[in-house]
Nanobody, 123 residues
Framework: QVQLVESGGGLVQAGGSLRLSCVAS????????MGWFRQAPGKEREFVAV???????TYYAESVKGRFTIIRDNDKNTYLQMNSLKSEDTAVYYC?????????????????WGQGTQVTVSS
């Protein structure tokens, strides 16, 4: 089992930056693929970014490509660096984990979820 805790959300002006963090505890961290998802009010949870077990591969949603970067370290942390934020990026952001190999983009692919952190971008 793994437990995930996100932090780093907040209120930021359009064009600004935020860095979200996700700390994992429990099972060996490098056995998990890590992903970030988001859910805006009245909308379905959507894929944002994913990083492979060894950090060597990443994949992004088209809507965030070139603005967001997913990073992981060897100390159980996964980050989502968000630059050039837009009002449409406003959502609750969740990190997720799965022991499978691959770069899952569906929320159903992931077994473990954090509680979420709110990101609000004012225009």
């Amino acid at each position: 089992q793994v437990q995930l805790v996100e932090s780093g959300g907040g209120l930021v002006q359009a064009g600004g930056s935020l860095r979200l963090s996700c700390v994992a505890s429990g099972r060996t961290f490098n056995t998990y693929t890590m992903g970030w998802f988001r859910q805006a009010p009245g909308k379905e949870r959507e894929f944002v970014a994913v990083i492979s077990r060894n950090g060597g591969s990443t994949y992004y949603a088209e809507s965030v490509k070139g603005r967001f970067t997913i990073i992981r370290d060897n100390d159980k942390n996964t980050y989502l660096q968000m630059n050039s934020l837009k009002s449409e990026d406003t959502a609750v952001y969740y990190c997720a984990a799965n022991v499978k190999y691959g770069l899952g983009t569906s929320w159903a692919w992931y077994d473990h979820w954090g509680q979420g952190t709110q990101v609000t971008v004012s225009s």
